[in-house]
């Protein structure tokens, strides 16, 4: 009996041996085989090449900023006449976008400080240049050169013709002389003496309205006689001498007219250190600058003939910059007069 429960338990020991070491066999083949059947060879894994890391997004490069195109305007003399020009082409820069404006002149009317500022222009190869000459003859030659090099040259204020300039903004200065041949009749009558100050002698607008004047006294106001035309070369000293000697020589005049910028001024100081008014002897001259219009107040000027002038920059700018985009512009572009006098010196302006 002993014998056999020993048995027994031995039977129940190897019986638990059995299905252990047969759960571990099928553990085993779940892997990749029993005891039975050797596992395969396993290849061994190529190793993972690192993953790059991701890269940031590439920043969207800022765009080049536009060129700017640079224009320069160069007056025949420094003078206050051509203020409002430098103020409408400073105001165009304000608002348009990319463009720059460079201001020139000569102390006074001296053609080979033009000479010198045009060359030195060209040199820096601005895009665009607007000239008013001092002598169209000697700068057309450098307007030339210019345009061979590839900027595009407009004239304003004085034309230079003979030359390659793509067009003319402006007065056109022999219809001026004949608008200032009317007005002196229409405040002196049909008869009297003038006397005229020149600033450069050679200055073709100034040329072009001594003609009109000329040709339109000759034609219809016969009696209405020149007496002399003398040229101050647009020096301030140099005008009031020139004139007080004009006035000793011919002291019978009854109306002087300036042709350029610097004749209304010397004759406000002449006509001061004289004593003078309108009543006395009149001034009816050219231009708008502040010292004319308070003549004028004061009762020293009876009338001028203004310029459009404060147009000018806008239409300078605009020209060139459409012959820089390979366009065209007129060929003459008159901006006109008007006759100022106390009665709407302060709407002239308005029309």
């Known amino acids: 009996m002993q014998r056999s429960l020993k048995i027994r338990a031995l039977a129940a020991i190897l019986l638990l041996i059995f299905v252990f070491a047969l759960a571990a066999c099928s553990k085993g083949g779940e892997a990749g085989g029993g005891a039975d059947t050797p596992e395969a060879p396993v290849a061994p894994e190529e190793p993972k090449e690192a993953e790059p890391e991701a890269e940031a997004p590439a920043e969207e490069p800022e765009a080049a900023p536009a060129e700017k195109r640079t224009f ?17 082409a400073e105001k165009y820069v304000a608002e348009h976008e990319g463009f720059e404006v460079i201001i020139k002149a000569p102390e006074s009317g001296d053609v080979q400080q033009q000479v010198e ?5 060209i040199a820096m190869k601005v895009d665009g240049i607007a000239i008013g000459s001092t002598d ?48 002196i009749a229409k405040h002196i009558g049909d008869k009297g003496e003038i006397i005229i100050l020149q600033d450069v002698p050679t200055q073709l607008n100034l040329v072009d309205r001594l003609k009109g004047i000329e040709d339109t006294l000759k034609a ?4 209405i006689v020149i007496k002399d035309v003398q040229a101050g070369y647009a020096d301030p000293a140099k005008s009031v001498e020139v004139l007080e000697a004009l006035i000793q020589g011919h002291p019978d005049f009854d109306c002087y007219s300036g042709m350029g910028g610097a004749g209304g001024p010397a004759a406000i100081a002449v006509w001061k250190a004289k004593g003078w008014t309108a009543e006395d002897k009149k001034i009816i001259t050219f231009d708008n600058i502040p010292e004319n219009l308070d003549a004028l107040r004061e009762g020293i000027i009876t009338a001028l003939v203004s310029q459009n002038q404060h147009t000018w920059g806008e239409k ?20 006109g007069t008007v006759e100022i ?11």
Not at 117 to 121: A, F, P, R, T, V
Not at 220 to 223: G, L, M, N, V
Request: glycine content about 6%; overall charge negative.
């Open 72 to 88: 320069a305007i160069i007056y025949p003399v420094i003078h206050p006449f051509f203020d409002p020009v430098t103020e409408s």
């Open 117 to 121: 500022i045009l060359e030195n222009l």
């Open 136 to 183: 169209a003859d000697a700068l057309a030659p450098i307007v030339d050169k210019a345009v061979d090099n590839g900027i595009p040259i407009i004239t304003f204020d004085t034309d230079t013709p003979n030359s390659k300039r793509a067009g003319y903004i402006g007065t056109d200065n022999y219809n001026a002389g004949i608008h200032m041949a009317h007005v």
């Open 220 to 223: 219809e106001y016969p009696d």
């Open 316 to 335: 300078i700018f605009e020209a060139l910059n459409t012959l820089c985009d390979g366009g065209t512009i007129d060929e003459f572009d008159d901006t």
């Open 341 to 351: 006098t106390i009665d709407n010196i302060d709407t002239y302006q308005d029309s």
